[in-house]
């Protein structure tokens, strides 16, 4: 079984902070890619912002210069750390992670179950 467990969301007023954190856990041979999405309500949930084992990031145009990916490969964690918040930043905010369950395994991408963010004008 593999986990991955989100924390960090809230309620917070625009121009604020908040820190999101997503914990793997299970049955993990290793990890590729993590990431972050979010989805809004009525909208297509849409991609935030990625982290290569390596350390190499991508992120939406929506959010680059106030939003940071980064990730502790020995927690198997990935976080998002979220300055300047808008209004157009409330969403469903998942992680997800690609990952093999041992050296010969397929890749597999897992999700989170999701923390809500809030942002409030």
């Known amino acids: 079984q593999v986990q991955l467990v989100e924390s960090g969301g809230g309620l917070v007023q625009a121009g604020g902070s908040l820190r999101l954190s997503c914990a793997a856990s299970?049955?993990?041979?290793?990890?590729?890619?993590m990431g972050w999405y979010r989805q809004a309500p009525g909208k297509q949930r849409e991609l935030v912002a990625t982290i290569t084992s390596g350390g190499s990031t991508n992120y939406a145009n929506s959010v680059l210069g106030r939003f940071t990916i980064s990730r502790d490969n020995a927690k198997n964690t990935v976080y998002l750390q979220m300055n300047s918040l808008k209004p157009e930043d409330t969403a469903v905010y998942y992680c997800?992670?690609?990952?093999?369950?041992?050296?010969?395994?397929?890749?597999?991408?897992?999700w989170g179950q999701g923390t809500q963010v809030t942002v409030s004008s």
């Open positions: 997800n992670a690609d990952l093999r369950k041992s050296g010969l395994g397929t890749l597999y991408r897992y």
């Open positions: 299970g049955s993990i041979f290793s990890i590729n890619d």
